[in-house]
């Protein structure tokens, strides 16, 4: 069992490795985004697993979807791409600017990366346990 909390989907390297020189004059930085960036990406799997959660925690109530996940390696792409969009769009000056464009073609690969991402999750025997398989339930909600 994997502890969402620890989970560290990317690091303050990844996000230049699609945008070199990102990080020079930004006022924000990629280290202060790491925290909102996971916030995001775990309340978009909390709504996405919510029937799922639901249906478990009837029967165990301290149980958490997320501490289930087996290959979150899976969210980084999605994650790099999200702190891209927040990186750019706190960056714009007007919505047709540059750094607006560039903001909104990250969110764009955000969520199609996000909607692949969570078609590849697998959870762990946990799950199974308690009569579902990833590939009938997920697939369903």
């Not at 909390?5 to 303050?12: G, K, M, N």
């Not at 706190?90 to 078609?119: I, P």
């Not at 199974?128 to 009938?136: A, L, R």
Request: proline share 4%; aromatic share 12%; charged share 30%.
């Amino acid at each position: 069992m994997a502890d969402w909390a620890h989970i560290v989907l990317f690091d303050e390297l990844d996000p230049p490795k699609f945008e070199p020189v990102l990080t020079d004059g930004l006022e924000t930085t990629i280290s202060d985004m790491l925290d909102e960036v996971k916030a995001h990406i775990e309340a978009e799997l909390r709504r996405r697993f919510k029937q799922l959660q639901n249906d478990i925690a009837i029967s165990a109530s301290d149980f958490d979807i997320l501490d289930h996940i087996v290959n979150p390696e899976r969210l980084q792409r999605p994650a790099i791409f999200y702190c891209l969009y927040l990186l750019f769009y706190g960056q714009r000056v007007s919505d047709e600017g540059e750094y607006a464009k560039k903001a909104g073609e990250y969110l764009s690969r955000y969520e199609k990366a996000f909607e692949d991402a969570c078609g590849m999750l697998k959870f762990d025997d946990d799950v199974k346990n308690y009569g579902y398989d990833y590939g009938e339930v997920i697939l369903k909600v």
